[in-house]
């Protein structure tokens, strides 16, 4: 179970959420919806309290089920979901219609962090933000995030809600052992500079991170050569063979061992695995209780770091 003093603030939201949070973007994937509310309760029961819904996962499925969940009884919850800006939404209208449905779906009044799925839209940055405050000011968002937005675009988001004393609580990117941009591209950095989480998606680059897990060049992208194709394997290798050994040693799995990683890199660090089995909602959720040693923290860094 999560300590009351492991809880970490959604940037400067006022908000707080477990230091890990559940993706459920294939919830509506599953057998049955029992099954999804088996997924629920076992997360509940761990004290995560954070989970990730949009309103595209299985064309709304994904928040309905999510919704079903949040009629049974729980403790209180940190809902995010997200707004899919197609070139075709342009006007306030629009947001705010779809934002009501996501509401209707979940079943609530109010979603607690409802992020911009990505920047590519024809509205700019601060238009989409000005949208978002109002839905702030109407009372139907607790908190502002975005999601893939470069360390520019996250800037202007936050420039322009500080006009309205909101601030930017989170970018929602993709990080993992093997998707290191976020310390390149320097939104990590501005995530520090700013107190913005980093809530990082694909956090086990879809299942990869496991412990039979098979080093294949195109984790990390497409080499564009035998050559290049055959130096990604054989780094991948060191990163397998590292995190086995660690794993085996802490009598823990590689996709524990690869969480522990991320959640050691820094505090604004929140990572969302995606689950459908009760089985992995605990064995990552067991992540929190135990630590990589600094020692451990800087093998994998450098195993992973060759890459
Ligand atoms: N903002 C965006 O653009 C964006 C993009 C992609 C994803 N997301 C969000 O991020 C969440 C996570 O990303 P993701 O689901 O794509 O990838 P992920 O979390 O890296 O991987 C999910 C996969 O890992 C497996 N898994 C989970 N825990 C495991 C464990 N302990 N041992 C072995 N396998 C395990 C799951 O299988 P089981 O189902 O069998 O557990 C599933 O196949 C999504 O659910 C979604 O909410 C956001």
Redesign the pocket.
């Known amino acids: 179970m999560i300590q009351e003093n492991q809880y970490r603030p959604l940037g400067g939201s006022g908000i707080r959420v477990s230091p890990m949070g559940v ?4 919830w509506a994937q599953g057998k049955n919806d029992e099954a999804v509310f088996q997924v629920f309760q076992s997360v509940v029961e761990t004290g995560v309290n954070f989970f ?3 309103e595209v ?1 299985s064309r709304g499925k994904s928040e309905r089920l999510l919704g079903a969940c949040l009629q049974r009884d729980h403790p209180p919850l940190v809902i995010a979901s ?1 707004f899919l800006p197609l070139p075709t939404r342009l006007t306030r209208r629009q947001f705010m219609n779809a934002l009501d449905t996501s509401l209707n779906r979940l079943g609530v009044k109010s979603i607690d962090l409802y992020y911009i ?2 920047p590519y839209t024809l509205l700019s940055v601060e238009k989409l933000m000005d949208l978002m405050a109002q839905a702030v000011e109407a009372g139907k968002i607790r908190a502002v995030g975005v ?2 937005f470069s360390a520019n675009q996250m800037r202007r988001a936050a420039t322009r809600l500080a006009r309205y004393h909101i601030p930017l609580a989170a970018n ?1 990117v ?1 990080y ?1 052992l093997v998707h290191r941009q976020p310390e390149k591209n320097g939104v990590l950095d501005l995530c520090r500079e700013r107190n913005v989480a980093l809530v990082a ?7 990869r991170l ?1 412990s039979n897990m098979v080093p294949t060049a195109s984790l990390s992208g497409s080499p564009s050569s035998t050559a290049d194709r055959g130096k990604a394997v054989s780094k991948e290798r060191i990163l397998q063979e590292t995190l086995q050994a660690i794993a085996q040693q802490r009598r823990k ?1 590689v ?2 061992v690869a969480l522990n990683w991320l959640l050691r890199t820094d505090e604004h660090v929140i990572p ?6 009760p089985h ?1 909602a605990l ?2 959720a067991d992540t929190l209780n135990w630590e990589l040693s600094p020692n451990e923290f800087a093998v994998i860094n450098q195993a992973s770091a060759q890459r």
Do not use: C, M, V
């Not at 993706?23 to 294939?26: D, K, V």
């Not at 998606?201 to 299942?207: A, Q, S, T």
């Open positions: 993706g459920t973007n294939r990730d819904t949009a996962y997200k799925h990505f999601s893939n929602q993709r993992s998606y694909r956090p086990l680059e879809r299942g496991k799995s996709s524990q969302i695995p995606g689950t459908t089995s992995h064995e990552n």
